[in-house]
Nanobody, 121 residues
Framework: VQLQASGGGLVQAGGSLRLSCAAS????????MGWFRQAPGKEREFVAA????????YYADSVKERFTISRDNAKNTVYLQMNNLKPEDTAVYYC???????????????WGQGTLVTVSS
């Protein structure tokens, strides 16, 4: 599966952005999906994950209550709605996919190219 992330940009602290990740192929609903991010000089970290149906989600503590992951299997797309953004959310955001039924928080098989989110203070 190929993944194409989009929706990044520059936003002021307290603002919102919605990232999208479009997947190729006809078996999108067979994949658990996740979002990760990598800030300058830091390791990539887990942000959020969603299972194949969208019925289960999981978040890093740092983004709980602010970010929402969702998916539309008819459109082969997963989303990350980011609200109340903070300067520490600045990073390149990556979407990832793994053929699985449940939630996956690591060891994904497929990665998108990343989209840059910059939050100014």
């Amino acid at each position: 599966v190929q993944l194409q992330a989009s929706g990044g940009g520059l936003v002021q602290a307290g603002g919102s952005l919605r990232l999208s990740c479009a997947a190729s192929g006809r078996t999108f609903s067979s994949y658990a999906m996740g979002w990760f991010r990598q800030a300058p000089g830091k390791e990539r970290e887990f942000v959020a994950a969603i299972n194949w149906s969208g019925g289960s989600t999981y978040y890093a503590d740092s983004v709980k209550e602010r970010f929402t992951i969702s998916r539309d299997n008819a459109k082969n797309t997963v989303y990350l709605q980011m609200n109340n953004l903070k300067p520490e959310d600045t990073a390149v955001y990556y979407c990832a996919a793994k053929r699985a039924i449940g939630i996956v928080t690591m060891t994904y098989d497929y990665w998108g190219q990343g989209t840059l989110v910059t939050v100014s203070s």
